[in-house]
């Protein structure tokens, strides 16, 4: 069992920026470092789609094209934590931002689906206003 919670939402003007953060409580028998980690989005009336992912180690990292040039993501396995960069934030980028971790395919994502165990925090808000 892993359960996830997000920080760092908020609400800020076009060109902004924000940091999500996403701290794990990992059950016995799991290990943080064997999932697969990442950042969906949902905006209201829209599907979730998935923003950006790191492998286990997180030397990789693919993104939504949409954020490629303006978010960062990150993970610390020491702190069981991930983190989101946000920069340059438009008012598109409006939406509830959600962590999750998983444990198959960690690059098929971007539909905002992935595959084997997974676990969604709660969600964070974060509102960008022109």
């Known amino acids: 069992q892993v359960q996830l919670v997000e920080s760092g939402g908020g609400s800020v003007q076009a060109g902004g920026s924000l940091r999500l953060s996403c701290v794990a409580s990992?059950?016995?028998?799991?290990?943080?470092?064997?999932?697969?980690m990442g950042w969906f989005r949902q905006a209201p009336g829209k599907e979730r789609e998935g923003v950006a992912a790191a492998s286990l180690s997180g030397a990789l990292i693919d993104y939504a094209d949409s954020v490629k040039t303006r978010f960062s993501i990150s993970r610390d396995n020491a702190k069981r934590t991930l983190y989101l960069q946000m920069n340059n934030l438009k008012p598109e980028d409006t939406a509830i931002y959600y962590c999750a971790a998983w444990s198959l395919n960690c690059f098929s994502f971007q539909d905002g689906r992935i595959g084997g165990q997974n676990y969604w925090g709660q969600g964070t808000q974060v509102t960008v206003s022109a």
């Open positions: 990992v059950g016995s028998g799991n290990n943080y470092s064997s999932y697969c």
